[in-house]
């Protein structure tokens, strides 16, 4: 009776588990909002294991800087010269701080080990359908944003299962220095995965791709933005698109730790309030901001996309942003006074009818 009486309770488990799943829904409306309000192209898209893919300019392809790592990654551990031994010093002088510190000099030698014939090879095996590599400049090869996430949602089952764990190990222990955007959301109940992307300290490129995992429950994203004035600014563009994007996704762990929604994707700091005004997503007077000024506008030449990212420390300071205590997200988009908030809106509020948000059922590839 006692074993009858389990398998009831795990039936119940599953079949809530599933109920929350379907009721969960990435806050795609908003991040398009908010990204109307900033400076730079941004492009996402969110996928869960029960093949439901949301995402706006999906298929836009940009430059991967060093998002390219964690294919390289996979296509080390998976290449036949490692797969079938143990990892020794040398192997671990390539890969941790490949992806630890996103160092480009390992991950040249890691491209000239497994070669374009590696990389391909994951491409082809995780259903990417408009990668590009690009040999000489790596940091130059094109992505877009569903090829990335659909990687990303099963990206342990792409090694070999004798490295799986090393593989996530690594993913998981990405240095403090580097774990901006989506690193610095509070996400309870969940494990952080990521690999992250960005043109020479410049605001030319800046990605995440993210794996959130909680036991059997899955969720991934790739935010990629293109044309930031700054990479300050462009750090702040992503997580403010992570945490629209990731409203409410304790919905998805209710049913077996109780989290709850509200308290999932809160930024892990808050900013001191300086005065009042109106927060520019979703137009309340309960948020605090301060003043802020357009960075200049810089540009990077297309060989320092993926050459140097030495510039990885949190020291440049991003721009004062809003924290909206109505809407609970934050940052909400930068403005200048109260006129420069009400224009915002105004863009805001057209944008909601005129994006285009990609909803769609996907066959597992």
Known sequence: ?????????????????????????????????????????????????????????????VPSASVLKAMLLVAYLDDARVRDRPLGAHDRALIDPMIE?????????????????????????????????????????????????????????????RHRAAAMHLLASVTPSQRWGIGRLRLPGWRLYFKGGWGAGTGEVEHQVVLLRHGATRVALAVLITSSPSHAYAKQTLQGVFARLLRHVGLLLAPVRGVAPSAAAQPARQRPSVRTSSCALCGSGASSSRTWRSPSRSSASPTSIGASESCSSDSVRSASATDCAACSISPCAPVEGAGAVAGANVRVASSWRSAKVVHVRWARP
């Open 1 to 61: 009776m006692l074993a009858v009486a389990l398998c009831w309770l795990a039936c119940l488990l599953c079949a809530a588990q599933a109920l929350a799943a379907a009721a969960w829904k990435p806050g795609v409306r908003a991040a398009i909002a908010y990204a109307h309000t900033r400076a730079g192209v941004v492009s996402f898209a969110v996928r869960t294991q029960q093949h439901r893919e949301w995402g706006w300019r999906v298929t836009r392809t």
């Open 101 to 161: 510190r996103s160092d480009n000099t390992a991950a040249t030698r890691v491209l000239q080990f497994v070669g374009a014939r590696g990389v391909y090879g994951v491409a082809e095996r995780a259903g990417m359908r408009r990668f590009s590599l690009d040999p000489v400049i790596w940091g130059l090869s094109r992505i877009d944003a569903a090829d990335q996430a659909r990687f990303f949602l099963h990206v342990d089952s792409h090694v070999v299962a």
